[in-house]
């Protein structure tokens, strides 16, 4: 079996996640920051490690300002709701994740103005496009770092600059990018990070956060509201961070998991996991290129994209594609509209979409070639 889905969610995780994960549940399973006692205080470590640990791979200087939420679908409504009110306006690009643009147009309709930047049919944006977006009341830029259906990385330093010169805020989805390629959220004037713990960061499903800005709280509104283990004698919300934003239990067992993760990445070294996965991401790219019936989509250079390949066969669905590289081959992948209408529209491939191929650090270059083999096959079976 070839696991080609790391873009959806990661697997198979480093060993190191899934024996922190069982130490977690067999050993300190209390609730932290909830009680004084010894299991307690122990979960409590075992999260603030973990922010610890994202705050040196994205050179975070205070880890209260890493919030955990449930993946990044939460941390990006929580950036967007939360910062955006009527009559405000936003700026965002065409190649984004309905995990930005569905909590977009739903601030639409209560009176919100929205601007889609256009992107090119490879995917890449001209950061002037942005800057010629800004309007007098704009409140928001929101941008993914790199494109889940076909890796382009957009240019969030340029946009960056952009974005702090006119004290706009400026929220990066890093779902695509976290784990596999260097962030840095002062050189990059990035003000919330929203980021999944779930694939490029080894941790398990339900995982993923927010890093806020220092200053940025004072105007960004809560999500959810309710106990935190803090001032208990108060009814209302506490105002430091990262309570005002992790309300409920968290997910101690997963925050376990995630640690171990980002100490993984941190061991394998961030470069050396971006050239395998650029290694592997080139082999299927010039591969898929020979292949007759077949078009790629995105831009060419390894270089300027994640590991993540879209293509299709002609006279052929996407679902058809994968149904047959699963049934015959034995491999996973992702075909149609991978959550993104808009960059589909952006590509070209909408309303079909396309066959999403994503390596992952497990995957081998032996996996890319009897994968491209299955592809030649199909496309020959095709014709
Ligand atoms: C670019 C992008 N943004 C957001 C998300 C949502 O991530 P999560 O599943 O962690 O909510 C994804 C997931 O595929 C994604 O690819």
Excluded at 230 to 243: M, V, W
Excluded at 355 to 371: A, I, K, M, Q
Aim: net charge neutral.
């Amino acid at each position: 079996m070839i696991y080609f889905d790391n873009a959806a969610t990661s697997w198979p995780k480093p060993e190191a996640v899934y024996l922190a994960m069982d130490s977690l549940m067999r050993n300190t399973g209390a609730s932290p920051g909830r009680s004084g006692h010894l299991m307690s205080l122990t979960a409590a470590r075992i999260i603030h490690e973990t922010r610890e640990a994202l705050c040196e791979l994205f050179n975070i200087s205070d880890p209260s300002h890493v919030v955990f939420t449930s993946n990044a679908t939460e941390a990006l409504n929580l950036a967007i709701k939360g910062l955006l009110r009527p009559g405000d306006h936003a700026v965002t690009s065409s190649m984004e994740h309905n995990s930005v643009m569905r909590p977009l147009r739903a601030l639409e309709k209560n009176g919100v103005d929205i601007t889609v930047v256009k992107c090119a049919s490879d995917g890449s944006l001209d950061p002037h496009d942005i800057e010629k977006a800004i309007r007098s009341n704009t409140k928001l830029i929101v941008l993914t770092h790199a494109s889940n259906v076909v890796g382009t990385m957009l240019p969030v330093s340029e946009v960056g600059r952009i974005a702090r010169g006119c004290s706009i805020p400026l929220v990066i989805d890093a779902a695509q990018s976290a784990g596999c390629y260097p962030i840095d959220v002062e050189t990059m004037n990035i003000d919330l990070l929203a980021f999944s713990g779930h694939k490029s960061l080894f941790g398990p499903q339900g995982t993923g956060g927010l890093y806020i800005r220092q200053g940025i709280e004072s105007r960004l509104e809560p999500l959810k509201y309710g106990g935190t283990g803090s001032y208990s004698e108060h009814e209302d919300q506490p105002n430091f961070l990262p309570d005002k934003y992790e309300s409920g239990t968290p997910n101690t067992v997963g925050l376990a998991g995630l640690g171990a993760g980002v100490r993984f990445v941190m061991q394998e070294g961030l470069t050396n996991i971006k050239k395998k996965e650029q290694r592997l991401t080139k082999l299927l790219l010039d591969g898929l290129a020979s292949i007759p019936g077949v078009t790629c989509y995105g831009n060419g250079d390894p270089a300027r994209r994640v590991a993540i390949v879209s293509f299709n066969i002609s006279g052929m669905l996407p679902s058809e594609v994968a149904l047959q590289l699963e049934e015959d081959f034995r491999i996973m992948c992702r075909p149609g509209l991978q959550c993104s209408p808009a960059a589909h529209k952006t590509l070209g491939t909408f309303p079909q979409g396309t066959v999403r191929l994503s390596p992952g650090h497990f995957n081998s270059s032996h996996d890319v070639e009897r994968t491209l083999e299955a592809v030649k096959q199909i496309a020959r079976r095709a014709r």
